[in-house]
């Protein structure tokens, strides 16, 4: 009777276990996306060494990137290039809203992402899609 009931709660286990296994691998974890080093450009020396107040983050597996405000800076331009092909999005956001997403959809290469504050500060970072 052991053995029955072992053998029966074995099919039951991998009734159960198997097809969840088999969808959580579908959902990106947030151990997926690789962070990209921003930082604050200035035309004196290039890359400065200031606090960087945002962060960015990429997900390849879905083609965008996540960029996450670590406090209010204000009205932002952000500016995306591939330069494999010259191709470019820019966009504007207030800095208030936290995070936000940008799709990327100019392909494959390596990008640089530009920040611009509205009171002229100016951050940037290099990664390959």
Known sequence: MKKYFLSLMLVFTA????????FAQNIPDE???????????????????SIVP??????QSMSCIEVVFLSNIGEVTIQ????????SVNTAIDSNCGSCIIPITNGSGLYRIDFITADGAQFCGYFIV
């Open 15 to 22: 009734m159960f276990v198997f097809p969840f296994h088999s």
């Open 31 to 49: 151990e997926e996306g690789t962070e990209v080093r921003i930082e604050e450009y200035t035309s004196e020396n290039g890359a400065g060494r």
């Open 54 to 59: 945002l962060s960015v983050t990429l997900y």
């Open 80 to 87: 995306l290039t591939n330069l494999s092909n010259n191709a």
